[in-house]
């Protein structure tokens, strides 16, 4: 628990405002890739990098961001990220070249490695109970929302007016700003929250040079180039390496054991697929709208409305519900409100207005969005065990990076072909959409499977307190359930389950 008297709300706040800058400044640039293009004299192969160069050090440095905050502490990571991120978000502004530029975005994506997953740990050991904590990992993924569409329209009104250089000036000076703040408000928490182990510095080096490979090649997306397919072959010899020595070090980088939790993996998948269909769905729509119903780049920032700022109400939303019904439901609705988002949107033509089918893509999508990534987010995090808060909130957000730049690739692969095969570009972006409408329906059916309802996960729950309690009394225990009372073993003592005020079971000892 953190030793300091300010409340938990301005805490969050903090880290709400870090998770903000990130999205907004993703969001922003985004906008201003045609003007960037243009005055930096970017070639068609080179301009994808800008954001390709970001993604590519988060992806890959997020698992040792999270470790190093997990063995010598949370806030000082998270300081250190935001305060790399902003001098190169400088370095980004002062940028007259595409090489710099290209590097300076991916010193960006390594600050923000060190940042978010030590601002998720942070907000678990802030938020110990589960009720309180799965609300305000809601309210930390709304104020990504929030960046996406304030990022948005900054970006299309600073490109159009004052310059794109702004977007990384103003970027710089928020994160120095949130860095102070960071300082005086988040606590020092107990040292028995860090993990007391050794640093895996081989497994570390092992594991970044083996998704730098495989997320470099994937970036790349030409498949038939020399240095592609050795990246990946290297890079997939890197990972049984990897493997081989997390599964004989004495202090592993990625504990393996954390992948024999059934929910947890399939958190891991559905985390990768939410954010592929993401990454698919705002590409192809942005192209839809620009390159076929021919809006400005403001007005299209204008069009991506509905998909931003109802997270506001619908992320904290999800929070709620999510201790009362458990995350199962939620994630069917949120993954099949992505399907009938991505769906409607496939079906437009280049004379279609916006409101009949654009708008209410982008409404349903935003439902979508909100219920599946709050959902899978708490359910993956709140399982970290002491010590590996960083490490969890890691792995889910390298899942998801890793993941997604895999499905995006592929799908850019099949709208390409389609484009070389029929001349139709609307075509190309169409199929787009209808593979990330078969990602979420993949999304809906590994819910189904693997997911475990709210009643299955507290009875596993209850068994384990039970075993537990026969265990602390060496077997000596009468268990007593109130609507069939059964005794197991005779003895001194007796539990009964009696329902709390959250509407879990717990289990009371008698003597």
């Not at 994506?109 to 110990?128: E, H, K, R, W």
């Not at 990504?144 to 103003?170: E, Q, R, S």
């Not at 993954?335 to 988002?341: H, K, N, R, V």
């Not at 990602?439 to 997911?451: M, Q």
Request: glycine residues 8%; charged residues 10%; aromatic residues 12%.
């Amino acid at each position: 628990m953190p030793s300091t008297k300010v409340p938990k709300w301005a805490i969050l706040v903090v880290f709400c405002l870090a998770q903000f800058l990130d999205v907004a400044n993703l969001s922003a640039v985004n906008i201003s890739l045609p003007t960037i293009k243009t005055e930096l004299h970017f070639s068609e192969s080179e301009l994808p990098w800008i954001v390709n160069a970001f993604t590519l050090t988060f992806g890959t440095f997020l698992l040792i961001g999270g470790k190093l905050g997990d063995k010598y502490g949370h806030k000082r990571f998270f300081m250190v990220g935001l305060l790399w991120f902003s001098l190169w978000s400088l370095v980004c502004g002062l940028s007259n070249s595409v090489i710099l530029l290209c590097v300076a975005r991916a010193m960006q994506g390594l600050g923000a490695a060190l940042t978010i997953p030590n601002s998720l740990a942070l907000i678990q050991f802030t938020y110990t109970e589960e009720i309180e904590k799965s609300r305000a990992l809601s309210v930390f993924s709304s104020s990504g929302a929030l960046g996406f569409g304030i990022g948005l329209v900054l970006g299309g009104v600073f490109t159009a007016t004052i310059g794109w250089k702004y977007i990384f000036y103003i970027s710089a000076i928020m994160g120095v700003l949130i860095a102070i703040i960071a300082f005086f408000v988040i606590p020092e928490f107990s040292l028995e929250n860090r993990a007391h182990t050794k640093l895996d510095l081989v497994g570390a080096i092992t594991i970044t040079a083996a998704l730098l490979a495989i997320v470099y090649a994937i970036s790349d997306g030409h498949w038939s180039s020399v240095q592609v397919v050795v990246c990946l072959v290297v890079g997939t010899l890197l990972l049984v390496l990897f493997v081989w020595i997390e599964k004989r070090v004495e202090s592993p980088m990625l504990p393996l054991t954390i992948f024999r939790t059934r929910m947890f993996t399939a958190m891991l998948v559905i985390g990768a697929l939410y954010q592929t269909w993401y990454l698919v769905y705002n590409l192809y729509c942005t192209l839809i709208f620009q390159e076929i119903m021919g809006y400005s780049a403001l007005n299209t920032a204008y069009a991506f409305f509905p998909l931003a700022f109802p997270g506001l109400v619908l992320n904290p939303l999800a929070g709620y519900l999510l201790p009362k019904v458990g995350a199962k439901p939620l994630l069917i609705l949120g993954t099949g409100c992505m399907a009938i988002s991505a769906a409607l949107f496939a079906i437009a033509k280049e004379d279609t207005s916006y409101w009949p089918l654009p708008f209410p893509s982008m409404c349903i999508g935003e439902l979508g969005i909100a219920m599946t990534y709050t959902s899978a987010m708490v359910a993956a995090l709140t399982m970290a065990k002491t010590g590996e808060h960083g490490l969890n909130s890691a792995v889910f957000s390298v899942a998801m990076q890793a993941g997604s730049g895999l499905g995006l690739a592929i799908t850019n692969a099949i709208s390409d072909a389609v484009i070389q095969s029929t001349g139709s570009h609307l075509k190309g972006y169409q199929v787009g959409l209808w593979v990330g409408f078969a990602v979420t329906l993949l999304c809906v059916f590994i819910t189904l499977v693997f997911v475990p309802s709210k009643s299955t996960l507290e009875k596993k729950r209850l068994a384990k307190a039970d075993a537990a309690t026969l265990e602390a009394a060496g077997g000596d225990v009468t268990f007593v359930d109130p609507g069939h009372k059964q005794e197991l073993d005779k003895g001194s003592f007796s539990t009964e389950k009696k329902p709390d005020q959250s509407g879990l079971t717990s289990t009371e000892v008698k003597g």
